[in-house]
T-cell receptor
């Protein structure tokens, strides 16, 4: 079985541009969460989606948005990129939304975004 | 709010035990986690502990939880060079999204 797949693996954008990152969860997983990991820091929660609905949002500006599709894949969009948005963006998928969801969650390898 | 603190660096010799410590603030956390991240890679879940337990052992890994002091530790027995990585402690918040709050990570260096 394939694990959590994220694309692209790396990309470079210019300040002010927009970017879309993609995540394909493990087959059968319905919950997707997004995290931002700035160099030297731990991951920070951005969004969680379950059954195509937003279930949680972290302390990120409205420039960040996401959605989940009927096949449970997800996209994270960031508008008006800033230098500070440079980070590793991680996607995690889980079979369900529940108190045990993180015990069954798997992370993808991440997308390394560099804003210049 | 949630906050997780951990020491930034730990260096041990191969074959010794490693102990990585973490403190957290959210007393309503149901689960606490340890993740491993190797250079250029995503996060790998190593182990977790339910908040009503005080110890969990899984092969070379032992997790100790002191809920009163909100202190969590990860002990790696017989540390190998392949254990060199960044280790993150994370707490899971209550509420509807079960988000994880991570510490900044502890860089474990294992010297031959």
């Amino acid at each position: 079985d394939a694990g959590v797949t994220q694309s692209p693996t790396h990309l470079i954008k210019t300040r002010g541009q927009q970017v879309t990152l993609r995540c394909s969860p493990i087959s059968g997983h319905k919950s997707v969460s997004w995290y931002q990991q700035v160099l030297g820091q731990g991951p920070q929660f951005i969004f969680q989606y379950y059954e195509k609905e937003e279930r949680g949002r972290g302390n990120f500006p409205d420039r960040f948005s996401a959605r989940q599709f009927p096949n449970y894949s997800s996209e994270l969009n960031v508008n008006a990129l800033l230098l500070g948005d440079s980070a590793l963006y991680l996607c995690a998928s889980s079979p369900q939304e529940s108190p045990i969801q993180n015990t069954e969650a798997f992370f993808g390898q991440g997308t390394r975004l560099t804003v210049v | 709010g949630e906050d997780v603190e951990q020491s930034l660096f730990l260096s041990v010799r191969e074959g010794d035990s490693s102990v990585i410590n973490c403190t957290y603030t959210d007393s309503s956390s149901t689960y606490l986690y340890w993740y491993k991240q190797e250079p250029g890679a995503g996060l790998q879940l190593l182990t977790y502990i339910f908040s009503n337990m005080d110890m969990k052992q899984d092969q070379r890994l032992t997790v100790l939880l002191n809920k009163k002091d909100k202190h969590l530790s990860l002990r790696i027995a017989d540390t190998q060079t392949g254990d060199s990585a960044i280790y993150f402690c994370a707490e899971e918040s209550g509420g509807s999204n079960y988000k994880l709050t991570f510490g900044k990570g502890t860089l474990l260096t294992v010297n031959p």
